[in-house]
């Protein structure tokens, strides 16, 4: 499946906005998708996921504040983000993930990221 991340943007904070992750490709529905971000010196980090069967699970960084969903009718995933501060600054990637034992791994390619801006 390929996916393609989009709607980022510049924001205040305190702002909110949402990311889509659109897919392409027979097998969304049976996939589970991985929001990660990667900020400007510091490593790609997963923040978010949906299994398969829409349940849910995010970082503590963002626990609270950012909500995933899925549309598997329009093969979409989506980020709602709120409560936005300047540290979410950074380019936000989807990707398929894997549960290999007790942790996420992405899987094929990053695809082309989006990037949110969040000014203080």
């Known amino acids: 499946v390929q996916l393609q991340a989009s709607g980022g943007g510049l924001v205040q904070a305190g702002g909110s906005l949402k990311l889509s992750c659109a897919a392409s490709?027979?097998?969304?529905?049976?996939?589970?998708i991985g929001w990660y971000r990667q900020a400007p010196g510091k490593q790609r980090e997963l923040v978010a996921l949906?299994?398969?069967?829409?349940?849910?699970n995010y970082a503590d960084a963002v626990k609270g504040r950012f909500t995933i969903s899925r549309d598997n009718a329009e093969k979409t995933v989506y980020l709602q983000m709120n409560s936005l501060k300047p540290e979410d600054t950074a380019v936000y990637y989807c990707?398929?993930?894997?549960?290999?034992?007790?942790?996420?791994?992405?899987?094929?390619?990053w695809g082309q990221g989006t990037e949110l801006t969040v000014s203080s």
């Open positions: 949906s299994s398969s069967g829409g349940d849910t």
């Open positions: 490709g027979s097998t969304f529905s049976t996939n589970a």
């Open positions: 990707r398929v993930v894997l549960l290999l034992g007790s942790r996420w791994a992405g899987v094929g390619s």
